[in-house]
Each structure stands twice: as C-alpha cells, then as structure tokens.
C-alpha cells in the first residue's frame, strides 16, 4: 500500500472519529444548553413584567409577514419580531405581553431584548438577552440607569435626546454611543408597534 493512500485512510479514519466525536459532544450538550436558554426567557419575562403569574407562548410563525409589514410601514426595517409570550394575571386573564424584538442596528452587532407591555400599552421594561457593543459605552445599555427609562412609561412610540431628556417618552443618550442608543430606542417602538398588532388584530388569540 502507498504512502498516500495510508495517509489519505489515516486522515478519513482521524475525520469520522472527530465527527462522531462532536456529534456526541452535540447530544450531551443541546438538552442543558436548550434548558439554560429557557431559563433566560423566563427569567427576562419576569424581569419585564413583574405583576404577571404566568407566561404563555404565542405560536406567531404564521404571522410573520404581518409583523413584517406592520414593522416596515412604521420605519423599523432593522428590527424583528422573534417571539410573543402572553403575560397572565392570577385569574389566567390576559394583562399584556412580553416581546422579544432583535436589532440589526447595533454598532457591535445584533442587538436582543425582552420587553414587557401592559393592554393599555404601557411599557414596563426591557432586558437584554443578546448585546456585544462597546464595553464603557454601549455596553452602558444593560444598565438599570438606561433601561429604566423605559419602565412605566405609557407612549406611542420613544425618542432619544443628547442634551437630555425633557418630554414624555423621551430618554437620555448614552455618552459616545449614539447608534446603540437608537438602536435600543428604535427596538422598543417596534415592539410596541408589534404589540399593536397584537391587541388590534388578535394575533395568536
């Protein structure tokens, strides 16, 4: 037997073990993985609305095309619409949702977050699942100091000030991180636009 060909075998033989390695790696690993991912969400729901009992996903797959729509009308062509729980109040009755939107608009990256919204579209919080900007300045954005000026505040949609806030729905900037901050602010009015949708055409109801 030639040299090549023992080496290309040897090399086939050294690619199958390493495949069957990772697969069982992949096998070991989806379940916690898929379990810590789980607890995240449920966590971020609570985080963004504290007052609710439960949580109940929403099988929106197939209204992907009206949130699109909805979303590209409003202006937020940058921003999607990934999941909608359903936040229940002791009773099982519906007190608003939770929605998870995704910003393609971040300085590092992909921006995700929950937020929480009441039936009166009240906002009651955002929390960051996925965020990779600058560190000591967009990173500034998973701060309870930025994030709480999105707590409790009863607007049809946010806007964002250098020189500080001073109107209803409006919030400071984060220093030297502009386009995190838009980022963020143009995430959350296209969930409260999606939660339009949601309350005005009985999405997933």
């Given at each position: 037997m030639s040299?090549?060909?023992k080496d290309a075998?040897?090399?086939t033989a050294i690619?199958?073990?390493i495949g069957l390695l990772l697969?069982?790696?992949?096998?070991?690993?989806?379940?916690?993985?898929?379990?810590?991912e789980l607890k995240a969400k449920q966590e971020a729901c609570e985080e963004v609305f504290p007052d609710a009992e439960s949580f109940e996903s929403v099988d929106i797959s197939g209204d992907t095309e009206t949130f699109?729509?909805?979303?590209?009308?409003?202006?937020?062509?940058?921003?999607?619409?990934?999941?909608?729980y359903q936040a229940?109040?002791?009773?099982g009755e519906l007190a608003g949702y939770v929605i998870t939107v995704t910003s393609s608009e971040g300085y590092g990256g992909d921006i995700q977050f929950s937020m929480g919204v009441g039936m009166d579209g009240t906002t009651y919080g955002i929390s960051f699942l996925s965020i990779d900007e600058t560190a000591g300045l967009g990173m500034n954005a998973n701060t309870d100091a930025f994030k709480s000026q999105f707590e409790d505040q009863n607007v049809s949609e946010f806007s964002y000030?250098?020189?500080g806030a001073a109107a209803e729905g409006e919030i400071d900037a984060l220093s030297g991180a502009t386009i995190t901050t838009n980022a963020v602010t143009n995430g959350v009015n296209a969930g409260l636009c999606a939660f339009r949708v949601l309350s005005e055409g009985g999405i997933g109801g």
């Open positions: 040299k090549i060909l075998l040897a090399l690619t199958v073990v697969g069982v790696v992949y096998e070991v690993t989806k379940d916690p993985i898929a379990q810590q699109r729509s909805a979303l590209d009308e409003a202006g937020y062509t940058q921003d999607s619409i990934d999941e909608v229940l109040d002791a009773s000030s250098k020189t």
